[in-house]
């Protein structure tokens, strides 16, 4: 199993405890859908987007009522407080470091909805640890003097969040930035306000227990679900090739012609 692989089911631990709080419950239904996902015809990527989905739409078959209560104990924490989707969204970009189109490959959103349902969830989450008595600052809001050739400031979706998510992928926009926040007060405080924001944002996320334990248990069940898939293969090629020989194939024909004949009988 490649090393990507193992920080994948890693990710998809953090997911599970995201999703419901408790380890027990948690691991017990990752290790399901992860055993039921291994079966299908996907690459080790593939496997764990679509895994993900899968734990999402658990979550929503049950209901909110129901994953709010399952978290109950939980409740005092501003994550859990937040929208089931919302947690997986602050999961996969904090500590999967998940790149924006692939949440929205699992969420089947574009990545210009998971910005802002990222942002959403950032702000939200920074009010919940406020009103709890955190000492946290509230909404990084944008410099209103930006000037002429400062970067666009979308409130909804600020760069401030792409620069620090890694999502610049443009090298000239990169550069762009750089260089013009070492030349602009306004827009470095801009950036330094959503970077105090982003790292209080981070603590608050949960992590799971025992996540070499849990992450080295969905390998084994990927494997195992590997080996049973790749056996069930070999059984039917067995099975096909057994039928292929003349004898076999004659034997069968004699079978069914005397089958028809006592059933016309």
């Known amino acids: 199993m490649t090393e990507m692989m193992r920080e994948d089911l890693k990710t998809l631990a953090e997911i599970g405890i995201a999703i419901w709080g408790d380890p027990e419950f948690s691991h017990k239904t990752t290790l399901e859908t992860i055993a039921a996902v291994s079966l299908l015809e996907l690459n080790s990527e593939k496997t764990i987007e679509r895994a993900a989905t899968a734990l999402l739409e658990r979550a929503a078959h049950e209901g909110r009522l129901t994953n709010t209560r399952r978290n109950m104990s939980r409740i005092s924490s501003p994550f859990y407080r937040l929208e089931f989707a919302s947690r997986f969204i602050l999961s996969a970009l904090h500590l999967g470091r998940w790149s924006y189109a692939r949440v929205a490959r699992v969420l089947d959103e574009t990545p210009?909805?998971?910005?802002?349902?990222?942002w959403e969830a950032r702000?939200?989450?920074?009010?919940?640890?406020?009103?709890?008595?955190?000492?946290?600052?509230?909404?990084?809001?944008?410099?209103g003097s930006s000037g002429p050739n400062c970067p666009e400031y979308v409130s909804s979706r600020p760069w401030t969040q792409r620069f620090l998510d890694e999502e610049i992928n443009s090298g000239s926009d990169r550069l762009f930035l750089q260089n013009h926040l070492m030349a602009c007060d306004s827009c470095r405080e801009t950036l330094n306000r959503c970077r105090e924001m982003y790292f209080a944002v981070e603590a608050l996320i949960p992590h799971s227990e025992n996540l070499d334990v849990v992450a080295h248990d969905l390998a084994q069940t990927c494997k195992a679900s590997s080996r049973v898939k790749n056996g069930t293969r070999s059984f039917m090629a067995s099975l096909k090739t057994f039928f292929k020989r003349p004898d076999i194939a004659a034997l069968v024909l004699i079978s069914l012609g005397l089958l028809y004949y006592f059933w016309k009988a």
């Open 112 to 118: 210009e909805r998971v910005q802002e349902l990222a």
């Open 123 to 143: 702000v939200q989450i920074i009010s919940y640890a406020a009103h709890s008595g955190n000492s946290v600052r509230s909404y990084p809001s944008g410099n």
